[in-house]
């Protein structure tokens, strides 16, 4: 009797230990369970996270490799802009050089033809000339005179000029300054005459510079003829063009050579 109450209790206590390790088990497979339920929902969380970050790096990095290619070709087109303007101020340089040359052989020119100008004409271009000589004035406002002399030398020698002035000249021999009338036919031929018709002469452009000739002295360069009173005619026609008449007035035109000028 004994001893089947101790088998009895012996088999309800495997039982009993039975039933519970199994709960354990169960327990801990429901624990598992939902662990790896909420890994499956974090993942899916997170991997959704990472798909947009993805999208977002990929839409960033098109925007930067646009900036990229945008940079490079705004580089580009600086580089080619420098590069053409580098040419332009190499071209403008070699250019200023040419002018500058240019210029200084037209000033030696002006400097050597100078005196073998009418008067009145070097004393306007010789004002103008000492302009070129001053260091403050830039290669613009060189050219600027240099062009402005050549205008004068073309309109004074595209017209006939009057032009009233004091001479010295040389009256039964002796240096007389007298008032007189020159009229110059362009820039090479010029003729005078005094008020009273006392004082005449003749003045033309030699290789040694501008040459009057006086009176008398007339004769050596141009045919025996009524100077004086062609003169007059002449004179009376620029100051009356109303008056105008055919004159004719002798010519000398010298021999120059012009590989000295």
Do not use: C
Not at 65 to 88: G, Y
Not at 172 to 178: D, F, R, W
Not at 199 to 205: M, V
Not at 249 to 256: G, K, N, Q
Request: proline share 3%; glycine share 4%; net charge negative.
């Amino acid at each position: 009797m004994n001893f089947l109450f101790v088998m009895t209790a012996l088999s309800l206590h495997g039982v009993s230990s039975t039933s519970q390790s199994d709960y354990e088990l169960m327990q801990q497979w429901l624990d598992l369970e939902s662990q790896r339920g909420k890994l499956e929902s974090t993942w899916q969380t997170n991997k959704q996270f990472l798909k947009n970050q993805i999208s977002l790096l990929s839409e960033e990095k098109k925007s930067l490799q646009a900036l990229l290619l945008n940079a490079k070709n705004a580089q580009n087109e600086v580089d080619e802009k420098r590069l053409a303007l580098t040419e332009k101020q190499v071209q403008y340089e070699r250019n200023q050089n040419l002018v500058e040359n240019e210029l200084s052989k037209g000033e030696n020119f002006i400097t050597r033809v100078l005196p073998m100008l009418p008067p009145p004409l070097q004393s306007e271009l010789q004002i103008k000339s000492e302009k070129l000589k001053q260091n403050t004035i830039n290669l613009s406002e060189r050219l600027e005179i240099y062009l402005g002399l050549y205008k004068s030398v073309d309109e004074f020698n595209s017209r006939i000029a009057l032009n009233t002035s004091n001479m010295t000249v040389s009256i039964k021999g002796k240096e007389t300054e007298v008032l007189v009338s020159q009229i110059y036919l362009g820039l090479s031929q010029a003729w005078y005459l005094s008020a009273d018709g006392s004082a005449y002469g003749f003045g033309r452009t030699e290789q040694s510079g501008w040459q009057w000739y006086h009176g008398e002295a007339v004769s050596s360069v141009l045919p025996s003829m009524n100077l004086p009173e062609q003169i007059k005619k002449i004179r009376g026609i620029l100051e009356k063009p109303t008056t105008a008449e055919f004159v004719s007035l002798p010519l000398s035109l010298p021999s120059l050579n012009k590989e000295l000028l």
